[in-house]
C-alpha cells in the first residue's frame, strides 16, 4: 500500500503520466504479447491493474485527476485514494492519503514546496484555445510543441527529451510534480501502421513505440534518488465495437483503463 501522505511530505518526486486514450485491453494484449517489454520489468507484479475512469474524454478524467479522484477499481471496495481534497468534517480519510487544503492537487502540493510541470501531448494542453489553457494553466510551468501532438510520429521522444530536461533543471532545489500526458496513443496514430485508419492493432503500435520512452524517462529520473509514479490512461477510445467510435460516451471500451502506482527508487 502506498503511503502518499507519507512520500509527499518527505519531498519525494512524483511523476504521473497519462497515456491518452489508451483502453485497458489494447495494453493489456501488448504486454502478454511482449511488445512493451519495459513496461513489463516496470509495473509492479508485471501487469496492468484494470480500472474505471471518471471522466470520458481528456477534459473532464483530467479535472478529476487533479481534483483527487483517480480512476477506480471495477469492484465495491477500493484501496485509499492518494490524494484528496480536504472533505467535510463528518468524513474519515486513511492517514496513507494525501490531504490538500486547495481546490485541487497542484495548489496543494505547493503547500508543500514542490514545482508543478505539464508536458503536454493532446491539444487539451497546448494553450491554443480558451478551452485548451484550462488545464495547462493549473501548473506553475507548462510546456507544449506542436512535435508533442499524435500527429507526430516520434512524439513521445520529444516529449521526454523535454522532461528529463526539466527534471535535471529542478534537481535538488525543490520537489517537483512533473505531469506527462502522452499524445501518442490519441489518434490519428495509424501511421504506425503505415494506415489511415485508427484501430485497437494501431493503438497497440502506438504503445510498443511509446514503451522505450517511458523505460528512458524512469530510467532517467530514478538514477539518483526515489519516485513515487502513476500511469494510466485518461479513457479509452471506440474503434467500432458494438458500432460505437470515438469517446466521451458510455461503453466498455471508453470506461477500462489500465492503471499502475508504485514508489520507483
Not at 509527499?8 to 489508451?22: A, P, Y
Not at 477510445?237 to 460516451?249: K, L, S
Request: with cysteine.
Amino acid at each position: 500500500m502506498i503511503d502518499a501522505a507519507q512520500i509527499i511530505e518527505s519531498g519525494t518526486g512524483i511523476l504521473f503520466v497519462t497515456l491518452d486514450s489508451l483502453r485497458h485491453d489494447v495494453a493489456h494484449s501488448a504486454l502478454d504479447e511482449g511488445r512493451t517489454p519495459r513496461l513489463a520489468d516496470l509495473l509492479p507484479g508485471g501487469t496492468w491493474e484494470r480500472r474505471q475512469t471518471p471522466g470520458t474524454f481528456t477534459l473532464p478524467a483530467h479535472m478529476a485527476f487533479f481534483s483527487g479522484f483517480l480512476p477506480k477499481l471495477p469492484q465495491p471496495h477500493q484501496p485509499p485514494r492518494l490524494w484528496e481534497c480536504r472533505p467535510p468534517a463528518f468524513k474519515t480519510v486513511p492517514p496513507q492519503t494525501f490531504l490538500f487544503d486547495a481546490p485541487n492537487l497542484l495548489d496543494g502540493l505547493t503547500l508543500y514546496g514542490y514545482r508543478t510541470v505539464c508536458v503536454g501531448g493532446v491539444t487539451y494542453f497546448s494553450a491554443e484555445t480558451p478551452l485548451g489553457s484550462v488545464l495547462p494553466a493549473m501548473f506553475h510551468e507548462a510546456h507544449w510543441r506542436p512535435e508533442f501532438c499524435s500527429p507526430e510520429i516520434d512524439s513521445t521522444r520529444h516529449q521526454v527529451d523535454l522532461a528529463l530536461e526539466l527534471a535535471d533543471t529542478y534537481d535538488g532545489r525543490r520537489p517537483l510534480f512533473l505531469f506527462v500526458n502522452i499524445s501518442a496513443t490519441h489518434v490519428p496514430h495509424g501511421h504506425y501502421l503505415n494506415s489511415s485508419t485508427d484501430t485497437t492493432a494501431s493503438q497497440a503500435a502506438a504503445l510498443a513505440y511509446v514503451d522505450a520512452h517511458l523505460g528512458r524517462l524512469l530510467d532517467g529520473l530514478t538514477a539518483k534518488k526515489q519516485w513515487l509514479v502513476i500511469l494510466c490512461a485518461d479513457h479509452g477510445d471506440a474503434y467500432g465495437d458494438d458500432g460505437y467510435h470515438g469517446r466521451g460516451i458510455a461503453h466498455p471500451a471508453v470506461w477500462n483503463v489500465p492503471f499502475a502506482a508504485w514508489v520507483h527508487a
